[in-house]
């Protein structure tokens, strides 16, 4: 072969291992950003991983700080007399709109003993307004969801996802149903629970979020 063709030979090669390269990382990149949550976290650990002040959405402020929550009923369907089967713990952040209880954020992260469960769970809890239903910006965790106005309420939204053995809704009232900022406060709540999960200090907000 020529020193010109060995030369071309050469620089294809370089490209289609550059591109190959390119390739896996995004790959792993995507997978990074979907891994599910899988680890039995504490309450300390859930407690941790919920926003605060500054990692929501402008003009929201938390309310009377981070809570655990004592009974599952809370995590499944409206009106449910016992935790959905396999609840183990739960913990919540709530948050007023410019001081004003007239508009609040509640941010729920729900934990079963396993996916199989969360996953019965999820479904309960997003409840049977299929009619609804709104499918999200973009995907969180392994199943997600925005409910408008469930019921007979009015500027509300639910936004939902569950990701391993971990259920996230995020409800928002007043100030005309955020739908955006729902969306951008449940990705950020699950990034910061896969943060933990890692050993690592939770940093996500739902301002990076809102970027991606």
């Not at 390739?23 to 407690?47: R, V």
């Not at 709109?97 to 469960?117: H, Q």
């Not at 009232?173 to 910061?192: I, P």
Request: charged share 25%; with cysteine.
């Amino acid at each position: 072969m020529s020193r010109t063709g060995t030369a071309a030979l050469v620089a294809l090669l370089g490209i289609a291992a550059l591109t190959s390269c390119s390739s896996d990382n995004s790959d792993s990149s995507a997978q990074e950003s979907d891994k599910p949550i899988t680890k039995q976290l504490a309450q300390g650990e859930i407690s941790q991983a919920l926003p605060g002040t500054g990692e929501v959405i402008s003009g929201w402020e938390a309310y009377e700080g981070k809570r655990v929550t004592s009974e599952g009923t809370s995590c499944t369907a409206s009106g449910a007399t016992a935790a959905a089967k396999g609840w183990v713990r739960g913990g919540s952040a709530w948050f007023t709109y410019n001081g004003s209880t007239a508009n609040m954020m509640d941010v729920a992260v729900c934990l079963y003993d396993s996916a199989e469960n969360s996953k019965d769970a999820y479904g309960a809890w997003r409840g049977k307004e299929s009619s609804k239903e709104q499918d999200l910006k973009k995907k969180v965790g392994e199943e997600s969801v925005l409910v408008a106005n469930p019921g007979l309420s009015k500027d509300t939204v639910y936004a939902f996802s569950r990701s391993g053995n971990v259920n996230i809704r995020v409800k928002v009232e007043g100030t005309g149903g955020d739908r955006t900022g729902a969306q951008d406060v449940l990705a950020a709540t699950l990034k910061r629970l896969q943060q933990v999960q890692d050993g690592e200090r939770p940093t996500a907000t739902a301002a990076e979020q809102a970027k991606k």
